[in-house]
Protein backbone atom coordinates (compact mmCIF):
# COMPACT_ATOMS: atom_id res chain seq x y z
CA UNK A 1 0.00 0.00 0.00
CA UNK A 2 1.53 3.54 -0.71
CA UNK A 3 1.57 6.37 1.68
CA UNK A 4 -1.23 8.06 -0.07
CA UNK A 5 -3.48 5.22 0.01
CA UNK A 6 -2.51 4.64 3.90
CA UNK A 7 -3.64 8.84 4.41
CA UNK A 8 -6.64 7.59 2.56
CA UNK A 9 -7.52 4.45 5.05
CA UNK A 10 -6.77 6.77 7.91
CA UNK A 11 -9.56 9.25 6.55
CA UNK A 12 -12.08 6.76 5.93
CA UNK A 13 -11.72 5.31 9.47
CA UNK A 14 -11.89 8.76 10.90
CA UNK A 15 -14.81 8.90 8.83
CA UNK A 16 -16.58 6.08 10.07
CA UNK A 17 -16.02 6.94 13.91
CA UNK A 18 -17.82 9.95 13.07
CA UNK A 19 -20.97 8.33 11.61
CA UNK A 20 -22.66 8.53 15.16
CA UNK A 21 -23.42 12.17 13.72
CA UNK A 22 -25.70 10.70 11.40
CA UNK A 23 -27.73 9.24 13.89
CA UNK A 24 -27.36 12.55 16.35
CA UNK A 25 -28.14 14.83 14.05
CA UNK A 26 -31.45 14.47 13.11
CA UNK A 27 -32.43 12.99 16.87
CA UNK A 28 -31.12 16.80 17.76
CA UNK A 29 -33.13 18.30 15.13
CA UNK A 30 -36.15 15.67 15.11
CA UNK A 31 -36.07 14.57 11.64
CA UNK A 32 -37.82 11.09 11.25
CA UNK A 33 -36.51 8.30 8.20
CA UNK A 34 -36.07 9.12 4.55
CA UNK A 35 -39.29 9.74 2.36
CA UNK A 36 -40.41 6.51 1.19
CA UNK A 37 -38.65 4.88 3.70
CA UNK A 38 -41.26 4.06 6.84
CA UNK A 39 -41.99 1.16 8.05
CA UNK A 40 -45.61 -0.38 8.22
CA UNK A 41 -46.42 0.71 11.75
CA UNK A 42 -45.38 4.40 10.71
CA UNK A 43 -47.56 3.99 7.38
CA UNK A 44 -50.91 3.22 9.78
CA UNK A 45 -50.13 5.89 11.31
CA UNK A 46 -49.58 8.30 8.36
CA UNK A 47 -52.12 6.61 6.31
CA UNK A 48 -54.71 4.95 8.57
CA UNK A 49 -54.05 1.76 6.46
CA UNK A 50 -51.28 -0.54 5.22
CA UNK A 51 -51.11 -1.44 2.00
CA UNK A 52 -52.20 -4.43 0.69
CA UNK A 53 -49.08 -5.39 -1.30
CA UNK A 54 -46.95 -3.65 0.90
CA UNK A 55 -47.53 -5.63 3.78
CA UNK A 56 -47.53 -8.67 2.33
CA UNK A 57 -43.53 -7.96 0.94
CA UNK A 58 -42.70 -5.62 3.83
CA UNK A 59 -41.22 -8.41 5.65
CA UNK A 60 -39.59 -10.34 2.95
CA UNK A 61 -36.00 -10.31 4.16
CA UNK A 62 -34.58 -10.42 7.58
CA UNK A 63 -30.95 -8.72 7.91
CA UNK A 64 -28.77 -9.23 10.14
CA UNK A 65 -28.41 -6.36 11.59
CA UNK A 66 -31.48 -4.14 10.41
CA UNK A 67 -30.88 -0.34 10.20
CA UNK A 68 -27.27 -0.90 11.55
CA UNK A 69 -28.44 -1.43 14.92
CA UNK A 70 -28.10 -4.72 16.78
CA UNK A 71 -30.06 -3.42 20.14
CA UNK A 72 -33.57 -3.58 18.55
CA UNK A 73 -36.16 -0.85 18.13
CA UNK A 74 -35.52 0.15 21.89
CA UNK A 75 -32.03 -0.26 22.73
CA UNK A 76 -30.25 2.64 24.31
CA UNK A 77 -28.44 5.72 22.51
CA UNK A 78 -25.56 4.55 23.78
CA UNK A 79 -25.82 0.95 22.30
CA UNK A 80 -27.15 2.42 18.94
CA UNK A 81 -24.01 4.55 18.56
CA UNK A 82 -21.63 1.21 19.68
CA UNK A 83 -24.19 -0.31 16.92
CA UNK A 84 -23.50 2.37 14.47
CA UNK A 85 -19.65 2.32 14.46
CA UNK A 86 -19.29 -1.45 14.30
CA UNK A 87 -21.61 -1.88 11.16
CA UNK A 88 -19.51 1.16 9.63
CA UNK A 89 -16.75 -0.71 10.42
CA UNK A 90 -18.07 -4.12 9.11
CA UNK A 91 -19.72 -2.26 6.07
CA UNK A 92 -16.38 -0.73 4.81
CA UNK A 93 -14.68 -3.91 5.62
CA UNK A 94 -16.80 -5.92 3.26
CA UNK A 95 -17.60 -3.36 0.85
CA UNK A 96 -14.02 -2.86 -0.17
CA UNK A 97 -13.16 -6.56 0.43
CA UNK A 98 -16.04 -7.68 -2.04
CA UNK A 99 -15.03 -4.67 -4.02
CA UNK A 100 -11.45 -5.68 -4.49
CA UNK A 101 -11.97 -9.48 -5.21
CA UNK A 102 -14.31 -8.45 -7.99
CA UNK A 103 -12.67 -5.58 -9.56
CA UNK A 104 -8.99 -7.78 -8.71
CA UNK A 105 -10.35 -10.53 -10.96
CA UNK A 106 -10.97 -7.96 -14.42
CA UNK A 107 -7.76 -6.29 -14.09
CA UNK A 108 -4.93 -6.93 -16.21
CA UNK A 109 -1.24 -5.04 -15.71
CA UNK A 110 -0.03 -2.70 -17.88
CA UNK A 111 -3.27 -0.75 -19.06
CA UNK B 1 -33.57 7.15 -1.40
CA UNK B 2 -33.31 3.21 -0.27
CA UNK B 3 -36.68 2.13 -1.43
CA UNK B 4 -37.41 -1.13 0.74
CA UNK B 5 -39.52 -4.04 -0.28
CA UNK B 6 -43.01 -3.62 -0.52
CA UNK B 7 -42.99 -0.29 -2.26
CA UNK B 8 -42.39 -1.10 -5.71
CA UNK B 9 -45.09 -3.28 -7.68
CA UNK B 10 -43.82 -6.05 -9.66
CA UNK B 11 -44.10 -4.66 -12.82
CA UNK B 12 -41.81 -1.82 -11.69
CA UNK B 13 -38.70 -3.81 -9.93
CA UNK B 14 -38.54 -6.69 -12.25
CA UNK B 15 -37.63 -4.38 -15.46
CA UNK B 16 -35.59 -2.36 -13.45
CA UNK B 17 -33.73 -5.11 -11.86
CA UNK B 18 -33.35 -6.12 -16.05
CA UNK B 19 -31.92 -2.85 -16.58
CA UNK B 20 -29.25 -2.68 -13.66
CA UNK B 21 -28.08 -6.29 -14.90
CA UNK B 22 -27.62 -5.50 -18.59
CA UNK B 23 -25.65 -1.69 -17.00
CA UNK B 24 -23.69 -4.75 -14.89
CA UNK B 25 -22.64 -6.70 -17.52
CA UNK B 26 -21.55 -3.75 -20.00
CA UNK B 27 -19.13 -2.60 -16.68
CA UNK B 28 -18.00 -6.06 -16.44
CA UNK B 29 -17.17 -5.64 -20.81
CA UNK B 30 -15.92 -2.93 -20.24
CA UNK B 31 -13.91 -2.57 -17.07
CA UNK B 32 -12.24 -6.07 -17.62
CA UNK B 33 -10.91 -4.04 -21.03
CA UNK B 34 -9.52 -1.08 -19.17
CA UNK B 35 -9.21 -1.58 -15.79
CA UNK B 36 -5.66 -1.31 -14.71
CA UNK B 37 -4.26 -3.32 -11.56
CA UNK B 38 -2.95 -0.01 -9.84
CA UNK B 39 -6.62 0.87 -9.84
CA UNK B 40 -7.84 -1.80 -7.55
CA UNK B 41 -7.09 -0.75 -4.45
CA UNK B 42 -8.47 2.46 -5.27
CA UNK B 43 -12.24 0.42 -6.44
CA UNK B 44 -11.86 -0.41 -3.04
CA UNK B 45 -12.10 2.53 -1.40
CA UNK B 46 -14.65 4.17 -3.29
CA UNK B 47 -17.07 1.43 -2.10
CA UNK B 48 -15.76 1.69 1.43
CA UNK B 49 -16.04 5.07 1.29
CA UNK B 50 -19.79 5.42 -0.90
CA UNK B 51 -20.77 3.07 2.01
CA UNK B 52 -19.33 5.65 4.91
CA UNK B 53 -20.67 8.63 3.26
CA UNK B 54 -24.23 7.25 3.23
CA UNK B 55 -24.05 6.50 7.03
CA UNK B 56 -23.81 10.26 7.79
CA UNK B 57 -28.06 11.18 7.70
CA UNK B 58 -28.77 15.09 6.94
CA UNK B 59 -31.41 15.87 9.20
CA UNK B 60 -34.15 18.29 7.57
CA UNK B 61 -35.27 19.95 11.03
CA UNK B 62 -38.93 18.14 11.55
CA UNK B 63 -39.21 16.29 8.94
CA UNK B 64 -37.23 13.85 6.90
CA UNK B 65 -33.08 13.03 6.56
CA UNK B 66 -30.67 12.08 3.24
CA UNK B 67 -27.73 11.37 2.51
CA UNK B 68 -24.92 11.86 -0.11
CA UNK B 69 -23.87 9.11 -2.20
CA UNK B 70 -20.63 9.83 -3.29
CA UNK B 71 -21.11 8.13 -6.80
CA UNK B 72 -20.21 11.48 -8.40
CA UNK B 73 -16.91 11.70 -7.20
CA UNK B 74 -15.93 7.97 -7.67
CA UNK B 75 -17.44 8.57 -11.68
CA UNK B 76 -14.99 11.26 -12.19
CA UNK B 77 -12.12 9.63 -10.26
CA UNK B 78 -12.63 5.93 -11.45
CA UNK B 79 -14.74 6.50 -14.05
CA UNK B 80 -18.56 5.91 -14.72
CA UNK B 81 -18.43 2.25 -15.25
CA UNK B 82 -16.40 1.73 -11.95
CA UNK B 83 -18.73 3.77 -10.25
CA UNK B 84 -21.61 1.24 -11.77
CA UNK B 85 -19.32 -1.60 -10.23
CA UNK B 86 -18.30 0.48 -6.65
CA UNK B 87 -21.99 1.42 -5.70
CA UNK B 88 -23.96 -1.22 -6.73
CA UNK B 89 -21.31 -3.12 -4.28
CA UNK B 90 -22.71 -1.03 -1.33
CA UNK B 91 -26.21 -1.52 -2.35
CA UNK B 92 -26.31 -4.83 -2.21
CA UNK B 93 -24.17 -5.33 1.33
CA UNK B 94 -26.55 -2.56 2.74
CA UNK B 95 -29.72 -4.76 1.66
CA UNK B 96 -28.18 -7.72 2.51
CA UNK B 97 -27.10 -6.98 5.58
CA UNK B 98 -28.10 -4.14 7.34
CA UNK B 99 -31.84 -4.23 5.66
CA UNK B 100 -31.09 -0.67 4.13
CA UNK B 101 -32.95 -0.89 0.49
CA UNK B 102 -35.36 -3.99 -0.70
CA UNK B 103 -34.02 -7.10 -1.72
CA UNK B 104 -37.12 -6.87 -4.64
CA UNK B 105 -36.11 -2.85 -4.94
CA UNK B 106 -32.03 -4.21 -5.14
CA UNK B 107 -32.41 -3.46 -8.92
CA UNK B 108 -34.43 0.14 -9.05
CA UNK B 109 -32.12 1.00 -6.02
CA UNK B 110 -28.90 0.57 -8.28
CA UNK B 111 -30.91 1.94 -10.77
CA UNK B 112 -31.11 5.28 -9.28
CA UNK B 113 -28.20 5.52 -7.02
CA UNK B 114 -25.53 3.18 -9.15
CA UNK B 115 -26.38 3.87 -12.64
CA UNK B 116 -28.30 7.04 -13.20
CA UNK B 117 -26.36 8.86 -10.93
CA UNK B 118 -22.66 8.45 -12.18
CA UNK B 119 -23.82 8.71 -15.49
CA UNK B 120 -25.04 12.01 -15.33
CA UNK B 121 -22.64 13.56 -12.05
CA UNK B 122 -19.91 12.47 -15.25
CA UNK B 123 -21.84 13.98 -18.28
CA UNK B 124 -22.20 17.14 -16.58
CA UNK B 125 -18.64 17.12 -15.44
CA UNK B 126 -17.35 16.68 -19.04
CA UNK B 127 -19.75 19.70 -20.01
CA UNK B 128 -19.33 22.08 -17.69
CA UNK B 129 -15.25 21.30 -17.38
CA UNK B 130 -14.94 21.84 -21.19
CA UNK B 131 -11.43 21.88 -22.54
CA UNK B 132 -10.23 23.62 -19.24
CA UNK B 133 -7.15 22.08 -17.54
CA UNK B 134 -8.37 23.03 -14.06
CA UNK B 135 -8.82 26.60 -12.43
CA UNK B 136 -12.34 27.62 -11.21
CA UNK B 137 -14.17 25.76 -14.19
CA UNK B 138 -13.46 22.60 -12.50
CA UNK B 139 -14.46 23.02 -9.02
CA UNK B 140 -17.85 24.49 -10.29
CA UNK B 141 -17.65 21.25 -12.77
CA UNK B 142 -17.24 19.25 -9.73
CA UNK B 143 -19.80 20.85 -7.67
CA UNK B 144 -22.45 20.50 -10.21
CA UNK B 145 -21.75 17.01 -11.07
CA UNK B 146 -22.44 16.09 -7.34
CA UNK B 147 -25.76 18.40 -6.94
CA UNK B 148 -27.19 17.56 -9.94
CA UNK B 149 -26.64 13.27 -9.99
CA UNK B 150 -28.17 13.35 -6.85
CA UNK B 151 -31.04 15.40 -7.70
CA UNK B 152 -31.79 13.33 -10.83
CA UNK B 153 -31.06 10.45 -8.63
CA UNK B 154 -33.88 11.47 -6.53
CA UNK B 155 -36.05 12.74 -9.41
CA UNK B 156 -35.96 8.84 -10.66
CA UNK B 157 -36.57 7.20 -7.21
CA UNK B 158 -39.51 9.94 -6.57
CA UNK B 159 -41.21 8.96 -10.23
CA UNK B 160 -40.94 5.15 -9.13
CA UNK B 161 -42.75 5.42 -6.29
CA UNK B 162 -45.22 7.85 -7.85
CA UNK B 163 -46.45 5.78 -10.54
CA UNK B 164 -47.15 3.24 -8.07
CA UNK B 165 -50.61 4.14 -7.38
CA UNK B 166 -51.64 4.11 -11.08
CA UNK B 167 -49.95 0.87 -11.75
CA UNK B 168 -51.69 -1.31 -9.10
CA UNK B 169 -54.76 -1.10 -6.94
CA UNK B 170 -56.70 -3.02 -4.25
CA UNK B 171 -60.46 -4.26 -4.95
CA UNK B 172 -60.95 -1.11 -2.32
CA UNK B 173 -59.10 1.10 -4.51
CA UNK B 174 -56.42 1.63 -2.37
CA UNK B 175 -52.96 1.88 -3.55
CA UNK B 176 -51.13 -1.58 -3.26
CA UNK B 177 -47.58 -0.26 -2.79
CA UNK B 178 -46.23 3.01 -2.34
CA UNK B 179 -49.74 4.94 -1.47
CA UNK B 180 -48.33 8.76 -2.93
CA UNK B 181 -48.71 9.62 -6.44
CA UNK B 182 -46.57 11.66 -8.74
CA UNK B 183 -47.96 15.19 -7.11
CA UNK B 184 -46.68 14.30 -3.58
CA UNK B 185 -43.97 12.44 -4.44
CA UNK B 186 -41.85 14.31 -6.85
CA UNK B 187 -42.01 17.46 -4.82
CA UNK B 188 -41.57 16.26 -1.93
CA UNK B 189 -38.42 13.99 -2.89
CA UNK B 190 -36.48 16.42 -5.69
CA UNK B 191 -36.92 19.95 -3.28
CA UNK B 192 -35.03 18.22 -0.39
CA UNK B 193 -32.20 17.03 -2.55
CA UNK B 194 -32.29 20.43 -4.28
CA UNK B 195 -31.87 22.09 -0.93
CA UNK B 196 -30.30 20.58 1.04
CA UNK B 197 -28.43 16.76 0.25
CA UNK B 198 -27.37 17.46 -3.22
CA UNK B 199 -25.44 20.66 -1.69
CA UNK B 200 -23.75 18.34 0.58
CA UNK B 201 -23.13 16.10 -2.50
CA UNK B 202 -21.57 18.82 -4.61
CA UNK B 203 -19.75 19.64 -1.93
CA UNK B 204 -18.24 16.43 -1.25
CA UNK B 205 -17.39 16.35 -4.58
CA UNK B 206 -15.94 19.45 -4.64
CA UNK B 207 -13.46 19.27 -1.79
CA UNK B 208 -12.57 15.18 -2.95
CA UNK B 209 -11.41 16.39 -6.40
CA UNK B 210 -9.40 19.16 -5.43
CA UNK B 211 -7.90 17.30 -3.09
CA UNK B 212 -7.24 14.59 -5.39
CA UNK B 213 -5.84 17.16 -8.03
CA UNK B 214 -3.44 18.49 -5.48
CA UNK B 215 -1.87 15.29 -4.37
CA UNK B 216 -2.93 12.57 -7.21
CA UNK B 217 -3.72 14.26 -10.22
CA UNK B 218 -2.89 10.91 -12.19
CA UNK B 219 -5.17 9.53 -10.75
CA UNK B 220 -8.57 11.45 -12.12
CA UNK B 221 -10.40 9.76 -14.62
CA UNK B 222 -12.30 12.49 -16.08
CA UNK B 223 -9.11 14.78 -16.39
CA UNK B 224 -6.82 12.17 -18.63
CA UNK B 225 -9.72 11.02 -19.95
CA UNK B 226 -8.75 12.30 -23.52
CA UNK B 227 -6.74 9.35 -24.34
CA UNK B 228 -8.55 6.80 -26.53
CA UNK B 229 -7.30 3.86 -24.85
CA UNK B 230 -8.59 4.49 -21.17
Redesign the interface.
Known sequence: MTRFQKKLWMGLLIMTLLTPLGILLPQKFKAEEAWGEWGTDKLEKLLGYVPEGLKRWAGLWKAPIPDYNFGGEGASLTLQIFSYVVSGLLGIGICAFVAYMISRFMARHGK | ???????L?PQTYLPLYGVSIGFWAIA?RK??K????K???????????????M?????????????AVGAAIIAILLGPW?AV??VS??LM????????G???ALGANCFNMAVVMPFVSYGIFKLVKGKTPGGSRIVAAAFLAGYLGLVVAALF?AFE?GIQPLI?A?ANG???????PLSV?LP??VL?HLFLFGVVEGLVTMLLLKYFLK??PDLVYAVLDASP?R
Open positions: MHIPDGYSQLKQLSLHVPYLAMAAAFSFVIMFNIPIPGGTTGHTLAVVIQALLFGDGITTFAGRPLYAPYAAMEHEN
